[in-house]
């Protein structure tokens, strides 16, 4: 019996194996049969989707080809009405040109008749004048001699009187066709004048601005006005403040440098000196674009870029208080205009008045008069031997050599003693204020010189390399000493000499 019940679990457990087994097969079955079902559904789904998209394709594809069917039919359309423009304009002138023909062969035969009269009048004058001489028995000549002879003897003392009337006369009329010749160029050149100044106002996005200008301890607005040599004046005037300077390129150089310093936002002594240097060379590129303006507005073209650089720096140049590059430019004018009613070269009277005041813009950097500068510089860089003929002989230094230089000389006069063009006072004033600025900067040492508050400071910067403390010291001194033995000037002038030492090294 233990053998049999041995076997009998045996056989249970076998069964119950294979049961297992059965039903294990039967789950995986049904599991691969739902998977099998799944796939089978997103397969479906993709080829919908793919069906969806494909038609999608498919309308969109059709509206572009529409679209780009429109496009090409509008194209076509716009090449068809240029095409019949084109065809329209071709017929005109194809008209035009046959009717300019046709009246070109009318006006050669109108010519050819013409000249043919022309010599039949000619035959007719020469057939009179052989009957004439034939009939008196005189030549041409020979009765022309008699006629005045006679007519000499006869009125000798009525000719006399009336050459004298006509000389008086003469002379009269020569007078008043001059004086309207000068009074129609002026009137027909009427440039409004505006006289510079020694100030130039500055106004401020807001009041808090003054702080940043100003400075820790005033060191921004002492960097900006050692570097530009102007004197920053601030006040209580609202949003507002003043640079002064007898010199106009000064005030305009502190007053773009604060322009781009307020448009960065940080005002500091580093950023100060970057944006003067800036500065410095865009004014340079502004100096050539006003003197290209002069040179165009007057219509003269073929002048060197140097010669323009240099009548561009004019703008920053007065002459008893007028501006010398707009006192120029209304010269060209005048001058050109008088030239034309006296029947001279106008081009050449023009050239010469816009460079009449040529040795200006650098007659603070080389010696000799600005007549004697103009002349070389313009014979340097090849400009017309007219023009500078024209102009040399504006101050009477040079005889006039051409009569365009009596025109020049007379626009000179004209443009500086209208009213309201010039001030004697404030020329005076500017030039004494150069001449303090030169006393100084003709010490061995001195790197730079600043006239400031009217001409009552003067602030010499010097190379601290040449100059100790000590000499700086002696310096102010002598400056002080040679001011009060060369210069007239009301009360007293103080000397400030600024040595000022920067070392600078690179961290590799």
Known sequence: MPNGDFILQVGLLFLGLALGYFIRQ???????????????????????????????????????????????RQRQEKTDRLESHLLKKEELLERL????????????????????????????????????????????????????????????????LLLRRLEQEKREEIEKKSLDIITTALQRYARSHVAEVTTTIFHLPNE???????????????????LTGVEVIVDETPETIIISSFDPLRREIARMALEELIKDGRIQPAKIEEKVTEVEQKLNKRILELGEQAAFEVGIIDLPKEIIQLLGRLHFRTSYGQNVLLHSVEMAHIAGMMAAELGLNAEVAKKGALLHDIGKAIDHEAQGTHVELGRKILKKYGVDERAIKAME??????????????????????????????????????????????IATGFPGVKQAYAISAGREIRVFVVPEKIDDFRALQLAKDIAGKIQFELKYPGEIKVNVIREMRAVEYAR
């Open 26 to 72: 039967q789950s995986a079955a049904r599991k691969a049969d739902s998977l099998e079902q799944k796939i089978k559904i997103q397969l479906e789904e993709a080829k919908n989707e793919a069906r969806e998209i494909i038609l999608q394709a498919k309308d969109k594809a059709a509206v572009l080809f529409e679209e780009v069917k429109n496009e090409e």
């Open 208 to 226: 808090d601005l003054k702080g940043k200008i100003i400075g820790r301890e005033g060191r921004n607005i002492r960097t900006l006005e050692r």
């Open 393 to 438: 002989a504006h101050h009477e230094e040079y005889p006039y050599a051409i009569p365009e230089a009596f025109v020049v000389t007379a626009a000179d006069i004209l443009s500086g003693a209208r009213p309201g063009a010039r001030r004697d006072s404030l020329e005076h004033y500017l030039k004494r204020l150069a001449n303090l600025e030169k």
């Open 97 to 160: 040109s046959g009717e300019l023909n046709l009246r070109d062969e009318g006006l050669v035969k109108e010519l050819k008749n013409l000249e043919v009269g022309r010599q039949e009048l000619n035959q007719f004058r020469e057939g009179l004048k052989n009957q004439l001489e034939e009939i008196s028995g005189l030549s041409k000549e020979d009765a022309k001699e008699q006629l005045v002879r006679e007519i000499k003897d006869e009125h000798s003392r009525d000719l006399a």
